[in-house]
């Protein structure tokens, strides 16, 4: 007995001391990039355009493509994954045809980003000649974090007690009415999480973008989906890389990443609130 109380201590300290390390370093990343944007991140900075000189450089257009970007993203990504996941779970019958696309995209949910930004460029950038517009880069990272939302919401839609899908049938309602009524608002919370997790990830990837052929240059501010574009990430990497000749830049993607995080801190917010809502309701 008291060797089985020992271990557990000792596996309890270890997984604390695991925390407080992830934790530890977390802070310091925090703190080293918070330090380097004091006296960068202002209202020039944010409302200005980019510029060759570091003094005047602001992010106006990267924080307008990387709105775009998410405004093309967030529809098609929860259009096409709850759909899928509404079909794979209430319509496809189970069989190999379904163990077969099911198994597909959990492997395409480990996909490296970098494959999806090759394939983007395939498609959309050279097939379709969408180029490198804000349609185009929409569109590629739709497909990086669709299988997330897929899984997510599949999960949430099995767990939705069987009774409540027979009580409707037993009321009379048809199969589209008791998923429309009562399964999808049950696994809303579990659905909108998925959705959390994949935007987050597509407002912070940076190799698809690269592929794509992204650039960090200096443009007008978009404001349209067929317009070029570039985002927050993509800036971040330019100016990190560029910080190697010009020791400014490493200020200025500093200040950068705190408006990123500041985006995904509000982005999240906003659906965590959407998902309480519907969770204390059903």
Same mark, same amino acid.
């Given at each position: ?140 990272m739709s497909l990086l974090v669709l299988p ?48 959390? +997790?994949?935007?987050?990830? #597509?407002?912070?990837?940076? =190799?698809?973008? /690269? !592929? $794509? ?5 200096? *443009? ?24 190697? +000749?010009?020791?400014?830049? #490493?200020?200025?993607?500093? =200040?950068?990443? /705190? !408006? $990123? ?5 509000? *982005? ?15």
């Amino acid at each position: 007995m008291k060797y089985r109380i020992l271990k557990n201590k000792l596996i309890k300290n270890i997984f604390l001391l695991s925390t407080l390390f992830s934790l530890f370093v977390l802070g310091i990343l925090i703190y080293r990039v918070a330090v380097d944007s004091i006296g960068w991140l202002d209202w020039q900075f944010l409302t200005s355009k980019l510029s060759m000189s570091a003094d005047r450089a602001g992010i106006k257009g990267v924080i307008a493509g990387t709105l775009w970007l998410m405004a093309v993203v967030a529809p098609i990504t929860m259009f096409l994954g709850i759909g899928t996941a509404i079909y794979l779970e209430e319509y496809a019958k189970r069989g190999k045809f379904q163990a077969f696309i099911q198994m597909n995209i959990s492997n395409l949910a480990g996909v490296p980003s970098v494959i999806f930004g090759l394939l983007g460029l395939t498609v959309f950038g050279r097939m379709f000649n969408l180029g490198s517009s804000i349609l185009a880069g929409g569109l590629t990272m739709s497909l990086l974090v669709l299988p997330i939302v897929v899984v997510a919401s599949q999960e949430a839609i099995r767990a939705v007690p069987g009774f409540l899908r027979e009580a409707s049938y037993g009321m009379g309602a048809t199969k589209w009415q008791t998923t429309k009524n009562i399964v999808l608002p049950a696994a809303l919370p579990g659905i909108l999480t998925g959705v959390i +997790l994949a935007l987050s990830r #597509a407002i912070g990837e940076t =190799a698809p973008l /690269v !592929v $794509l052929g992204i650039p960090a240059l200096i *443009m007008p501010v978009p404001d349209h989906i067929m317009d070029d574009f570039t985002a927050l990430p993509m800036q971040i990497y330019y100016w990190t890389v560029d910080s190697v +000749l010009t020791a400014e830049y #490493a200020n200025l993607a500093a =200040a950068t990443i /705190v !408006v $990123l995080l500041l985006v995904l801190f509000v *982005m999240n917010s906003i659906a965590i609130i959407i998902r309480n809502k519907f969770q204390k309701r059903y």
